[in-house]
T-cell receptor, first 114, second 112 residues
């Protein structure tokens, strides 16, 4: 398993601003993922964060809105840009250990946009 | 395309009673199946997984699940629940293309 931390744990932001969420893992991992969990909904994969190359985005998510960095094998950031109230969600990062199908999740960042 | 259906959004159950949380999936190919638990204000934790082999899978905290290919189900069970089991439970499936599809979750309420 892995110990995964996220910062901030929660934030309240004004519309039109941006927030960068950090994800730190206590060991080197190849695969890191970012998910969104909207209120009362399940998890939706935003993108796969690749070390040394651009992130791979899922349908409905674009780099201009959710830029991702992955400078090394233990760290990644997700930025939520030009926020609107519809961006209010929990954002979770996860890592795959022991194969791409076993994912371990961080505690999440609870974002409220007013 | 894959999909996961968790038929119950909420399940109330008395403490020390058994519980079953239902999960059905659709996929045209072989799948891997998972159950995750999310305690209040925490991230997701892997409860158990089915990759291959025995269809009865045992996980942490006394939970188990049974893979039923003919019924495309992967129901989660526990013979006796505790108040500490109060959480949201997510069923998930992947057909090995690196993407995991999650169900909408089932909130388990333990009644005293």
């Amino acid at each position: 398993s892995a110990v995964i931390s996220q910062k901030p744990s929660r934030d309240i932001c004004q519309r039109g601003t941006s927030l960068t969420i950090q994800c730190q893992v206590d060991s080197q991992v190849t695969m890191m993922f970012w998910y969104r969990q909207q209120p009362g909904q399940s998890l939706t994969l935003i993108a796969t964060a690749n070390q040394g190359s651009e992130a791979t985005y899922e349908s409905g998510f674009v780099i201009d809105k959710f830029p991702i960095s992955r400078p090394n094998l233990t760290f990644s950031t997700l930025t939520v840009s030009n926020m609107s109230p519809e961006d209010s969600s929990i954002y979770l990062c996860s890592v795959a250990i022991g194969g791409p199908y076993e994912q371990y999740f961080g505690p999440g960042t609870r974002l409220t946009v007013t | 395309a894959q999909s996961v259906t968790q038929l119950d959004s909420q399940v109330p159950v008395f403490e020390e009673a058994p519980v079953e949380l239902r999960c059905n999936y659709s996929s045209s190919v072989s799948v891997y199946l998972f159950w995750y638990v999310q305690y209040p204000n925490q991230g997701l934790q892997l409860l158990l997984k089915y990759l291959s082999g025995s269809t009865l899978v045992k996980g942490i905290n006394g939970f188990e699940a049974e893979f039923n290919k003919s019924q495309t189900s992967f129901h989660l069970r526990k013979p006796s629940v505790h108040i500490s089991d109060t959480a949201e439970y997510f069923c998930a499936v992947t057909n090995r293309d690196d993407k995991i599809i999650f169900g909408k979750g089932t909130r388990l309420h333990i009644l005293p």
